[in-house]
């Protein structure tokens, strides 16, 4: 009975010895044909090109000229200049008043006598 198991393990390691070398012929084919191509890469470097700078703008000229002054919306005609604006809660002129009127963009002064 022992001698038959021997044989039987000696059968199926000789099988698996067959079958292992199989795959490993069969592997080293399969290296050897197929052929996979790598296209080379070369990286282009930009050369770089002598062109003039460009002239800095007269941003004073820009704030200046007439650009964006006229509209046709109902918020440019109101006249921010020559409005009477009313204080926030709590604030009071020294002469009590709650109200601060803008003539020309410019306020008077706004007093009280002490005594």
């Known amino acids: 009975m022992i001698r038959s ?14 079958a292992v070398s199989a795959c490993q012929q069969q592997a080293e084919a399969t290296k050897n044909t197929v052929s996979v191509e790598v296209p080379s890469i070369v ?20 704030l200046l000229d007439d650009r964006n002054k006229i509209t046709s919306s109902p918020i440019g005609k109101f006249d921010f ?15 009590g008043s709650t109200e601060i009127k803008l003539t020309n963009g410019k306020i008077a002064p706004v007093s009280r006598d002490v005594s």
Do not use: M
Not at 81 to 95: A, I, S, V
């Open 43 to 62: 990286p282009t470097i930009a050369q770089p090109t002598a062109e003039p700078t460009a002239t800095i703008p007269n941003l004073q000229r820009e």
């Open 81 to 95: 200049k020559n409005f009477t604006y009313e204080l926030p809660r709590g604030w009071q002129n020294p002469d």
């Open 5 to 18: 198991s021997i044989t039987i393990i000696a059968a199926l390691a000789l099988l698996f010895g067959i």
